[in-house]
């Protein structure tokens, strides 16, 4: 305590304080200054500017995402979750065919029928590049035989979605590919230990989720058929620390042999 | 430089500081004044909102006003911000909808609503990585035979709610959790979506990071007492008011803050900040121990929160083996030693240890790594969260007695009450049943347990 006290009174401690001070004021950009305004002036409008585009945006994601009952009630869980995908911009591919449907230039009516229909199944829904989020999950959930699903490259993908999955689809979903997309860390990918009947799982690139080498060990354990793609075992960075400590190690017994010469 | 040029008063300098050695410890010291610089801020004189306890409730009250009107000041008074004591920083953390009164179960999902948007809802400015890091692991109840129609009828009012939750019987239990021994288990009851568990720091200091970026004045200090303000109008109409709050700012100073609305966030200590105001609150703190261990064979894959019939509950901490896990108890078998300091070993390994290995056989070769204690808030008269404004003192708002679910409900409870204040009505849950009323009534509202 008494150190302290003479410390705060030598000049040095307060010329750096001053020079922080300065330099604090110094990296003030023209968006801080505009905060700063509204937090002093509280003039809510520059506020309003600044996020105004940005809100925008993620309103429009926000009602894509929405869950569309009425439209589930008049075409059936399956062909809901369809024509939701196709709308969506993705791919789905029905029960028996291989061809993969897609919305291009074509209309819907072209494509799916647009009342509700018997035998009608959805195998595989590829959600790849949209901009799929927790609560667009709900308008999918409900398929019962769903062995295909792909979420590549999604931005706004989450763990949240990913638990979700895990839980609607436990009894049938056979493929799984989650592959680049960034929002999802170890705490999802524990989930898809529920999937009982996942046969591949693809997840290259999650550079969030830390321990995905570790977690796909797991998961190969506790799951029977399951083969795990994009998640190596032994990473270059790991071997390459195996190989620097056995380099380290050599030379410290060659040093100890030739001291004992 | 040169000797002359300088004075006698820049000369002192600490004993040592040249050496070499000695830098990390004069770098440290320098931090440290750096720190305290900082600390020593402007206490304000008057605000609008005063909020007594900088825990997660008190924060999430903080928060929420300052975003619905940023135009009213916000001031929290918190005792220590190294958070020693308090009951946030020590908890478990767990986030379930398992329960069996409708305002709780509203709470729950508002509460994974927010975690669902937290990155949005907490991030400051350009700064937006926010990662609570939930655990989505789930929730799971196993009941005997003497619970599982309580569990069931429990389980019908979850439903209605639209909370993911699922009932198992014996079987299925044991083919989706592989490492339980359903011996003695009839039923179990499983929340798998919105439900898990959080780091509860991450969670506070990201909470209370939002809200001074908001603007809310954080304030080193102690309540000492209330001053209300008395006249003859005010006694005729039967409302009094507190007006003003002296609070000790630990360093030998004792400040006046005058206030519109002050808000009980005092956690455990909720009663003695009460009694200032002359009420009596049926608050009281309570010790919980948790307790830490290592099992080499225990399972990671697939390992939700567990209760235990007998109110033993387990949780994963990490990927490497270790578990937290403790006991609950009805309230009169809890120790009342308040000492945080004592732990008891021995009831880890007469009360709990046994029950954990019956249920889990691969826990059999367990080390105990770790144990601390923490304590919570229980409400003496139902259990139940205490909310609202007091029926005399009008401004004068409780937060209080949530009895270890403060943390889940923390988001509802700001928002509950930050539109009490600026709108004089709750808007999104109606809490008015937990108000304050019940307790002069003395009419409790419980929530049936299972465990």
């Not at chain 2, 898990?196 to 603007?215: C, Q, S």
Request: charged letters at 25%; one cysteine or more; proline letters at 3%.
């Amino acid at each position: 305590m008494h150190l302290t006290r003479i410390l705060f009174k030598t000049r040095s401690v307060r010329n750096e304080l001053i020079e922080m001070q300065k330099n604090s004021q110094k990296s003030m950009s023209i968006s801080e200054f505009l905060l700063w305004l509204y937090k002093e002036r509280n003039f809510s409008i520059l506020d309003g500017l600044r996020n105004f585009r940005k809100k925008r945006y993620q309103n429009s994601i926000d009602a894509v995402n929405k869950f569309f009952e009425s439209d589930l009630n008049k075409l059936g869980p399956d062909l809901h979750a369809a024509t939701y995908t196709l709308k969506m911009g993705g791919k789905c591919r029905l029960h028996g065919s291989s061809k993969w449907l897609f919305l291009g230039n074509e209309k819907i009516e072209n494509i799916l029928p647009s009342q509700r229909i018997e035998d009608f199944y959805v195998e595989g829904i590829d959600l790849s590049k949209t901009v799929i989020k927790y609560d667009g999950i709900s308008n999918i959930e409900t398929c019962s035989s769903l062995k295909t699903l792909v979420f590549k490259d999604c931005p706004f993908a989450d763990d949240w979605l990913l638990s979700r999955i895990s839980h609607a689809f436990s009894d049938t979903l056979e493929y799984l590919d989650i592959s680049n997309c960034q929002n999802f860390t170890d705490n999802g990918l524990l989930t898809l230990g529920y999937l009982r009947n996942l046969k591949l799982l693809k997840m290259e690139k999650l550079n969030n989720a830390k321990n995905k080498e570790y977690i796909s060990i797991l998961l190969e354990e506790n799951l029977e058929n399951v083969v795990i793609e994009g998640a190596n075992h032994l990473s270059s960075d790991a071997l390459k620390s195996i190989e620097q400590k056995l380099i380290v190690e050599e030379m410290e017994l060659r040093k100890i042999i030739e001291s004992n010469k | 430089m040169k000797e002359s040029n300088i004075g006698p008063f820049e000369r002192i300098r600490v004993p040592g500081a040249d050496d070499p050695k000695n830098a990390l410890e004069v770098f440290k010291i320098q931090c440290e004044n750096f720190r305290s610089l900082k600390k020593i801020k402007r206490v304000p004189k008057q605000t609008e909102v005063l909020i007594i306890g900088g825990g997660i409730i008190g924060s999430f009250v903080a928060y929420w006003v300052k975003n619905t009107s940023p135009y009213l000041n916000v001031t929290v008074i918190e005792k220590d911000s190294n958070y020693p004591k308090s009951s946030t920083f020590w908890s478990l953390g767990g986030f379930r909808q398992q329960f069996s009164l409708s305002e709780n179960i509203k709470m729950s999902l508002f509460g994974a609503d927010f975690m669902k948007n937290a990155k949005e809802y907490l991030k400051c400015g350009k700064n937006d990585n926010v990662d609570l890091e939930f655990n989505h692991d789930g929730y799971l109840f196993l009941a005997s035979k003497k619970s599982a129609d309580q569990l069931y009828n429990n389980h019908k009012i979850q439903l209605a709610h639209d909370a993911k939750v699922r009932l198992l019987n014996k079987d299925e239990l044991k083919e989706k959790f592989k490492w339980i021994n359903t011996d003695g288990v009839e039923l179990a009851s499983f929340g798998y979506q919105n439900e898990g568990w959080i780091d509860p720091r991450k969670y506070l200091l990201a909470v209370r990071n939002k809200a001074t970026y908001l603007g809310t004045d954080y304030v080193n200090g102690n309540l000492i007492g209330f001053e209300s303000d008395i006249n003859d109008q005010a006694i005729l109409n039967k409302q009094l008011t507190l007006k003003t709050a002296l609070v000790d700012t630990l360093d030998g100073k004792i400040v006046p803050i005058k206030f519109q609305k002050v808000i009980n966030a005092a956690g455990p200590w909720a009663a003695e900040v009460a009694k200032l105001a002359d009420i009596q609150l049926p608050v009281e703190p309570r010790k919980r121990y948790i307790y830490m261990f290592y099992a080499k064979d225990g399972p990671i894959l697939n390992v939700p929160l567990t209760i235990d019939h007998s109110g033993v509950f387990i949780r994963r901490q990490g990927l490497s083996n270790y578990y937290f896990c403790g006991l609950n108890q009805s309230g009169d078998k809890e120790s009342k030693n308040l000492d945080l300091d004592h732990i008891d070993y021995d009831y880890f390994e007469k009360e709990i240890k046994p029950v954990l290995i019956k249920r889990v056989p691969s826990f059999k070769d367990m080390k105990l790594v770790n144990a601390w204690s923490g304590y919570y808030e229980y409400n003496t008269l139902d259990q139940n969260l205490i909310i609202g404004r007091h029926p005399v003192h009008q401004n004068f708002i409780f937060t209080n007695g949530s009895s270890g679910h403060g943390l889940q409900h923390s988001a509802a409870i700001g928002k509950a009450v930050s539109e009490l204040i600026i709108h004089d009505a709750y808007k999104t849950i109606d809490l008015k049943r937990f108000g304050f009323e019940r307790v002069v009534r003395e009419s409790p509202i419980k929530e049936i347990e299972v465990v």
